[in-house]
C-alpha cells in the first residue's frame, strides 16, 4: 500500500533520511522507534507530504504522492494525523471539532456530522463530552478527541506522532487504549513512539531508526529479544 524508495531529507546540511526504502501493506501497524533526533517524525512527516523529500519517492496504492501534480490536499484526506500537542480547535465544542472537516470537506449535512461524531466519541470512550469546549478536557480526553476527529475523516492511514508524550503518566494509558483497539481493528497505522512495552504489544513491525537510517524492519518479538544489528541492541540497553 505505501511504498517508499530512495528517500532522502535534508535540512540544509543536516542530513535527516537517509535513502531509506521499505513498504508497508494495508492493515500493517508499524511502530517507529529509535534514539532522539533520529528522524522518526520527519519520516511520519513525509509520508503525508508535511515535509517534501530531498531526494526519492513515496507511493500510496500506487499514486506517487512526492509528484508535484498529485493532488495532495486531496490525498492528505485519506491520511489522518494525531499529533503530540492535539491541536483542537479551542472555540468549538468537542463535537464541532469533530463535525467540523466532514461538514466542510467531505459535504455531510450537521446532522449526519454530529451522528458520526457522537459515534466515534463513543468509540474513544468520551461520549458525555460531547458539548464540552477542549479547555474543559484532560489531556489524555483532547487526544482521544483528536483521534476521534481524525476518524471522522474516514482515513486509509492513519499516522501518530508521538501520541502520549506530551501526557501526564496516568494518562498514557487511555490514550494507547484507543489506539490499541484501532490497530486490532485492520486499521493501516504508523506511530512515532517511546512506548516500547506498547509497541512491542500493539505493532506489527518495528522500524528502528538510528542516523536517519532505517537501520531495521522486524517483526516485534524479534526486535526485541534478538535485534540484529549492534545499534538496535545498543538502544534497547538503554531504554528496556
Ligand atoms: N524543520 C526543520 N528544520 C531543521 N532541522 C530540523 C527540522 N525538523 C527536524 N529537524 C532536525 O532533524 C533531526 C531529526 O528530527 P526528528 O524530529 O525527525 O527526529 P526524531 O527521531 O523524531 O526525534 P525525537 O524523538 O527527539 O522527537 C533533528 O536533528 C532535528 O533537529
Same mark, same amino acid.
Given at each position: 500500500m505505501i511504498n517508499v524508495t530512495n528517500l532522502t531529507k535534508t535540512f +540544509?546540511? @543536516?542530513?535527516?533520511l537517509r535513502d531509506i526504502s521499505t513498504t508497508v501493506s494495508r492493515g500493517e501497524v508499524v511502530a517507529i522507534i529509535g534514539p532522539s533526533g533520529s528522524g522518526k517524525s520527519t519520516f511520519l512527516r513525509c509520508l503525508n507530504m508535511l515535509e517534501t523529500p530531498t531526494e526519492g519517492r513515496?507511493?500510496? &496504492? +500506487?499514486?506517487d504522492?512526492?509528484?508535484? #501534480?498529485?493532488?495532495?490536499?486531496? /490525498?492528505? $484526506?485519506?491520511i489522518g494525523m494525531v499529533f503530540q500537542h492535539f491541536h483542537l480547535f479551542p472555540h468549538m465544542t468537542v463535537i464541532d471539532n469533530i463535525a467540523f472537516a466532514p461538514m466542510k470537506v467531505k459535504g455531510l449535512s450537521a446532522d449526519e456530522a454530529r451522528t458520526k461524531g457522537l459515534q466515534l466519541l463513543e468509540r474513544v470512550g468520551l %461520549? &458525555? #463530552?460531547? +458539548?464540552v469546549y477542549?479547555? #474543559? @478536557?484532560?489531556? +489524555? $480526553? %483532547? $487526544?482521544?478527541?483528536?483521534?476521534a476527529r481524525s476518524l471522522a475523516m474516514d482515513p486509509d492511514i492513519m499516522l501518530f506522532d508521538e501520541p502520549t508524550s506530551? @501526557?501526564?503518566p496516568e494518562m498514557v494509558k487511555e490514550v494507547l487504549a484507543v489506539i490499541r483497539d484501532l490497530a486490532s481493528s485492520g486499521m493501516t497505522m504508523l506511530i512515532v513512539t517511546h512506548e516500547m512495552k506498547f509497541a512491542r504489544e500493539a505493532a506489527n513491525?518495528?522500524? /528502528?531508526l538510528d542516523g536517519g537510517k532505517l537501520i531495521e524492519r522486524a517483526e516485534p518479538e524479534q526486535f526485541f529479544s534478538r535485534p540484529q544489528s549492534e545499534r538496535a541492541a545498543r538502544f534497547l540497553e538503554q531504554v528496556l
Amino acid at each position: 500500500m505505501i511504498n517508499v524508495t530512495n528517500l532522502t531529507k535534508t535540512f +540544509g546540511k @543536516l542530513e535527516v533520511l537517509r535513502d531509506i526504502s521499505t513498504t508497508v501493506s494495508r492493515g500493517e501497524v508499524v511502530a517507529i522507534i529509535g534514539p532522539s533526533g533520529s528522524g522518526k517524525s520527519t519520516f511520519l512527516r513525509c509520508l503525508n507530504m508535511l515535509e517534501t523529500p530531498t531526494e526519492g519517492r513515496i507511493t500510496i &496504492d +500506487g499514486t506517487d504522492i512526492t509528484d508535484p #501534480k498529485t493532488d495532495i490536499t486531496r /490525498f492528505r $484526506q485519506r491520511i489522518g494525523m494525531v499529533f503530540q500537542h492535539f491541536h483542537l480547535f479551542p472555540h468549538m465544542t468537542v463535537i464541532d471539532n469533530i463535525a467540523f472537516a466532514p461538514m466542510k470537506v467531505k459535504g455531510l449535512s450537521a446532522d449526519e456530522a454530529r451522528t458520526k461524531g457522537l459515534q466515534l466519541l463513543e468509540r474513544v470512550g468520551l %461520549k &458525555d #463530552k460531547a +458539548g464540552v469546549y477542549p479547555s #474543559k @478536557l484532560s489531556g +489524555g $480526553q %483532547k $487526544q482521544r478527541v483528536a483521534i476521534a476527529r481524525s476518524l471522522a475523516m474516514d482515513p486509509d492511514i492513519m499516522l501518530f506522532d508521538e501520541p502520549t508524550s506530551a @501526557l501526564d503518566p496516568e494518562m498514557v494509558k487511555e490514550v494507547l487504549a484507543v489506539i490499541r483497539d484501532l490497530a486490532s481493528s485492520g486499521m493501516t497505522m504508523l506511530i512515532v513512539t517511546h512506548e516500547m512495552k506498547f509497541a512491542r504489544e500493539a505493532a506489527n513491525t518495528i522500524f /528502528f531508526l538510528d542516523g536517519g537510517k532505517l537501520i531495521e524492519r522486524a517483526e516485534p518479538e524479534q526486535f526485541f529479544s534478538r535485534p540484529q544489528s549492534e545499534r538496535a541492541a545498543r538502544f534497547l540497553e538503554q531504554v528496556l
